[in-house]
């Protein structure tokens, strides 16, 4: 099977504004004074507090668990003390339980961060037991914790690992800074996925605009007869993973189905390489890779980031702002992101980016009538009708949007992108989601 210029059907293509940083090496941030720490940065159920104030931590210590499946733990991104756990807002517009250190500078390791041994003598609960332990959730999307989607149930046949290289967001480099420059580690990561799921067919999605990439992971997996690399056509949302998915192997992920229903589990590039460090270093996911970029800020920068650092440092870090006050910042890209009323939120797990707009950029654009064209339709990579499903949400028929599908929206924004009517599609859709989950709930 040739494995060259592979899209799906549907999208749109969309100015990828990633020349401010693509081309630029990751740097190492600087020490954080203070981090601040969710306890609930990942799809599922909430950590409780395992320190309390006045608590000296190390580098890589526990200080949240979780007895539900469906969760993962959470560690200490600095040595320090304990100054507070208390309800803050973070990037995802929630508010959560936080742990406050004030950092020593020392960045103590704390006992248990130690390799785990070689890749060939460990078994796959082994493997999948190091992922929860170090806390590893899905870094390019909903967060989902990593061990959970590595442990399908035994009637759901796997055979096909997916590494999600795609980084479609516009503006956003993390991942393809990771590709290019610790492609070793992303192989490594990818082969200890394959071996805890036990299969023996492993694929990278790159879009193709990302060529340093694409000839590191080339090089890093020569030999690896089971791995390969996958050039893929440059088109929002790509990296989606079902439309990742139909793109590389041809399978459709059904409406309100898995990856594992169709034999494919997909991991982000980011994730695939905390995998790595989690087993030869025995580091927990207490750091990443984000990109920080935007007209609105003076320097640019791809930064390795530690985890609970506010959004206020790096925007310093990065020269501050262009203009005496910005036209808007958004944890995330464009168009999946979420705009941020504050800047001292912590980074998360999932912070690929931190996206800072001019004024001008920002201004609102007048949202105008539905004029009925369709180009709503033409690009919906699920292939669902954004007007119905708004308008009903916009009437409040909640019911109605459930009927046309409104759970399967990806929430990609291509549908907003694409409205001459500039209507806000993606949000109010959003809004349905939120109200048909949370009328299931109640029932």
């Not at 749109?12 to 720490?37: D, F, R």
């Not at 499903?389 to 399967?408: H, P, R, V």
């Amino acid at each position: 099977m040739k494995l060259e210029n592979l899209t799906f059907k549907g999208g749109v293509n969309v100015p990828h504004y990633k020349e401010l940083t693509e081309n630029l090496p990751i740097e190492k941030a600087k020490e954080p004074a203070i981090v601040k720490i969710p306890l609930h940065q990942h799809t599922g159920a909430p950590c409780e507090a395992m320190v309390k104030v006045g608590d000296s931590v190390k580098v890589g210590q526990k200080i949240g668990e979780s007895e539900a499946f469906v969760s993962a733990p959470v560690h200490s991104s600095v040595s320090g003390t304990v100054k507070e756990i208390m309800d803050m807002p973070i990037p995802t517009g929630l508010t959560v339980k936080c742990v406050v250190i004030e950092s020593d500078g020392k960045n103590e390791l704390h006992e248990l961060v130690r390799p785990k041994g070689k890749l060939e003598d460990l078994s796959s609960e082994e493997i999948i037991e190091i992922i929860r332990e170090a806390g590893i959730t899905g870094m390019g999307g909903a967060s989902f914790p990593t061990h959970v989607k590595l442990s399908p149930p035994s009637d759901k046949k796997i055979d096909t690992v997916l590494i999600n290289g795609a980084e479609c967001e516009p503006y956003l480099t993390a991942d393809h800074r990771v590709m290019a420059e610790e492609a070793e580690k992303v192989i490594f990561g990818l082969k200890a996925i394959m071996k805890a799921l036990g299969v023996d067919r492993g694929v990278i999605g790159v879009e193709k605009n990302k060529p340093d990439a694409i000839k590191a992971l080339k090089e890093a997996s020569q030999g690896e007869e089971n791995i390969s690399i996958a050039t893929l056509k440059v088109k929002y949302p790509q990296g989606d993973e079902k439309r990742l998915i139909n793109a590389i192997l041809g399978r459709v992920v059904p409406s309100g189905g898995l990856p594992m229903d169709v034999g494919a589990v997909v991991s982000n590039a980011s994730t695939t390489r905390a995998i790595a460090e989690a087993i030869l270093e025995g580091k927990p996911l207490i750091e990443r890779v984000t990109t920080v970029t935007g007209n609105g800020i003076k320097n640019p920068k791809n930064l390795l980031v530690k985890i609970g650092t506010p959004f206020k440092d790096l925007i310093e870090e990065c020269g501050g702002f262009t203009e005496d006050s910005p036209g808007k910042i958004i944890a995330g890209g464009p168009m999946m992101g979420i705009s941020q009323f504050s800047i001292d939120v912590p980074i998360i797990k999932g912070s690929g980016g931190i996206l800072v707009l001019s004024k001008e950029e920002a201004k609102p654009e007048p949202i105008q009538p539905c004029i009925r064209c369709g180009k709503c339709l033409e690009v919906c990579p699920v292939k669902l009708q954004p007007l119905y499903i708004s308008s009903y949400t916009l009437k409040k028929n909640f019911d109605k949007a459930e009927e046309y599908n409104a759970l399967d929206c990806v929430e990609c924004g291509a549908c907003s992108y694409i409205c001459p009517a500039k209507r806000p599609l993606v949000e109010s859709i959003r809004l349905a989601k939120r109200e048909i989950l949370a009328k299931r709930k109640a029932k």
